[in-house]
């Protein structure tokens, strides 16, 4: 079983709607939870990132941490085309140098 | 990628060849990580520096080996290349360890 587990889609959705986004994990030291974005044939960039549990907000992206379920989302409101990417979970525990990453998401918004 | 640059971003290679990518940054992060992105894997740790000559393996080191005698510098050699590190090649930086990675660009790499 891998440490972290992200269905790699397809998902594809129209312009404006609702996206979530979500990886399971199965090692409970992570306390560092990350976002990544990656375009087609670029370098993955820092979206978000959350300390141990909660919510956090920016724009129009909320990252969740839930961690009694090992269970990770995020959410993308009023989606745009320019989301179309693909999103990389990550996550890591306290004093390690180690950032292990989900497969990833592809993400299409159409308009 | 602003403050981090890798080279080549394309490379074609024979087997059994040599081959070093090479990674530089600008911003003086301690931390630099070298990472091979492949179809249904995600990003694996190949290597990594927390300092000038402190380096330690990933998670898929086999075959690879790492030098950094500068802050800038991180290079990553595979000393006899095989179609199985046919890939693409991140290099990251960091300046808190592991929270946060700023990427590179990518060497696209194909080992024929």
Sequence with gaps: QKEVEQDPGPLSVPEGAIVSLNCTYSNSAFQYFMWYRQYSRKG???LMYTYSSGNKEDGRFTAQVDKSSKYISLF???????DSATYLCAMSAPGGFKTIFGAG???FVKA | DAG???????????TGTPVT???HQTENHRYMYWYRQD???GLRLIHYSYGVKDTDKGEVSDGYSVSRSKTEDFLLTLESA?????????CAISDEGVNGYTF???TRLTVV
């Design chain 1, 44 to 46: 993955p960039e820092l």
């Design chain 1, 76 to 82: 993308i409101r009023d989606s745009q085309p320019s």
């Design chain 1, 105 to 107: 998401t592809r993400l």
């Design chain 2, 4 to 14: 981090i640059t890798q080279s080549p971003r394309h490379k074609v290679t024979e």
């Design chain 2, 21 to 23: 990518l090479r990674c």
């Design chain 2, 39 to 41: 179809p249904g894997h």
């Design chain 2, 82 to 90: 095989t179609s199985s590190q046919t890939s693409v090649y991140f």
């Design chain 2, 104 to 106: 590179g660009s990518g």
